[in-house]
């Protein structure tokens, strides 16, 4: 065993070493020492603001669904790791692959039949891309290789993801001139129950009309923009991009690596519209946190063009391609969230969501809340001060991880009502402080 180190040398070493994530370096604020996590839990190293443990509000950015150590995937993590932990995917495959894939074909919308497992979800959405980009050039069509999307998205951190994140204010736009131009919506109106907007959707079939000669692929967030903005628009817009991409030839992808796996209270939130995309992204949940993991899916009408290609492949695979420990995983955590009802405790988080975010909206400073399925939003009418709000919410016994003017949690679906209440608290406490 090494020499253990100190909590207090381990968080010099971090500053000194390590990148977090949008971070500068060395790090400017100190992160917290985490120790173990369990349930909804995280356990701190030593104390912070008189708190040794943590009620999780970000299941680790969406994606500890069933909270940490959970002993379904533990038990299937361990059972793979005895088996064996990688084999390369290229001529080899694997029964955890398999079923996986499998099993997504099953959940997600019926025309989706295909699966390529990558190992991040910017990955995925690169692949997406390349997938759309090289299904028009097996067909003839290779000037259609831009995208459309609308304002305040978010898909990734690698290149092709960061042309069609949000241009303006947000992490990417430094690299505006560097990255492919795409083509802009305005944001989707604001509410989930709002009734579309006729002239936006108007918007969004001329632009796709205009350009339909160079558009590969429509791309969005189904119902959902997450790190764009957390916010939530009508199902309705997503009717009309389907009937646009059909009626001007040009493929439709949903990247739901935030919004899969039941988070806005339907396990896919292009169910709340009734459509099919023809590419789909999923990450995230995939593996309730576990492991790194994402899947791009895609119809039988995508994959028969590429292969009538003068390259008749897509020319990606990733080292860790259908990492068996990953895939073990994601299949034994899909099992589990489709084994419970899981709607029904989603319903009851959006419930206590709803009811314990209530007095932010009398706070001052505050301009919005709003609250969709395990997802809960609170934003402020200036940037948050992160420390303080940071603080703010470990003194309430809460982990939450603001950015720009946004508070917000969507915890765990195993969170008890009472630390729901805790969650919003802190919340509240954030917005107060921040
Ligand atoms: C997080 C996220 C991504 C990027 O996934 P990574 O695994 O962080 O690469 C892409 N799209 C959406 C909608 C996301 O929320």
């Known amino acids: 065993m090494p020499e253990p180190l100190t909590p207090g040398e381990l968080?010099?070493?971090?500053?000194?070493?390590?990148?977090?994530?949008?971070?500068?370096?060395?790090?400017?604020?100190?992160?917290?020492?985490?120790?173990?996590?369990?349930?909804?839990?995280?356990?701190?190293?030593?104390?912070?603001?008189?708190?040794?443990?943590?009620?999780?509000?970000m299941s680790s950015w969406w994606s500890a669904v069933h909270g940490y150590n959970h002993p379904v995937l533990n038990d299937a993590a361990q059972g793979q790791l005895g088996r064996m932990s990688h084999v390369m995917f290229g001529g080899l495959t694997h029964e955890p692959a398999v079923r996986l894939a499998k099993r997504l074909v099953d959940i997600t919308p019926e025309p989706l039949e295909h699966v390529f497992l990558a190992d991040s979800g910017?990955?995925?959405?690169?692949?997406?891309?390349?997938?759309?980009l090289q299904y028009?050039?097996?067909?003839?069509?290779?000037?259609?290789?831009?995208l459309l999307t609308w304002r305040g998205g978010y898909h990734g951190d690698t290149w092709q993801p960061m042309s069609v994140c949000d241009p303006d204010g947000g992490m990417h736009e430094l690299w505006q001139g560097a990255l492919p131009r795409q083509i802009f919506a305005d944001a989707p109106p604001a509410g989930f129950d709002a009734a579309p907007d006729e002239a936006y959707a108007a918007q969004l079939r001329e632009l796709i009309a205009r350009h339909a000669d160079e558009l590969a692929a429509v791309i969005v967030e189904p119902v959902v923009q997450g790190a764009g903005g957390m916010s939530f628009h009508s199902p309705g817009y997503l009717r009309v991009l389907r009937e646009a991409c059909d009626a001007h030839g040009v493929l439709l992808v949903f990247d739901e690596i935030a919004t899969g796996f039941g988070r806005t209270g339907a396990l896919f939130a292009a169910e709340h519209a009734g459509v099919a995309p023809d590419v789909m992204?999923?990450?995230?949940?995939?593996?309730?946190?576990?492991?790194?993991?994402?899947?791009?899916?895609?119809?039988?009408?995508v994959a028969d063009g590429i292969s009538r290609g003068a390259l008749p492949v897509l020319a990606h695979g990733p080292t860790f391609m259908g990492n068996p420990l990953a895939t073990a995983v994601a299949d034994a955590s899909i099992e589990l969230l489709l084994s419970q009802d899981w709607a029904q405790e989603v319903k009851r988080i959006e419930a206590g969501l709803r009811d314990g975010l209530a007095p932010a909206r009398s706070l001052a400073g505050v301009r919005d809340v709003r609250v969709l399925g395990a997802i809960g939003v609170v934003q402020l009418d200036h940037e948050v001060d992160m420390a303080a709000a940071t603080r703010a919410a470990v003194r309430e016994g809460v982990w939450l991880r603001p950015f720009r003017d946004l508070i917000y949690t969507m915890p765990p679906y195993i969170t008890g009502d009472g630390d729901v209440a805790r969650i919003c608290a802190a919340v509240c406490s954030a917005a107060r402080e921040g």
């Open 11 to 57: 968080l010099a070493l971090d500053r000194q070493h390590v990148w977090h994530p949008y971070g500068p370096m060395p790090g400017r604020t100190a992160p917290l020492l985490v120790e173990s996590a369990s349930g909804v839990r995280l356990r701190l190293a030593e104390p912070v603001e008189g708190r040794d443990e943590l009620v999780d509000g």
């Open 122 to 132: 910017s990955v995925s959405v690169e692949v997406a891309v390349k997938m759309c």
């Open 136 to 146: 028009w050039r097996s067909l003839g069509k290779p000037r259609k290789q831009r």
């Open 281 to 301: 992204c999923l990450g995230k949940a995939l593996t309730g946190g576990y492991l790194t993991l994402a899947a791009t899916l895609c119809t039988t009408a």
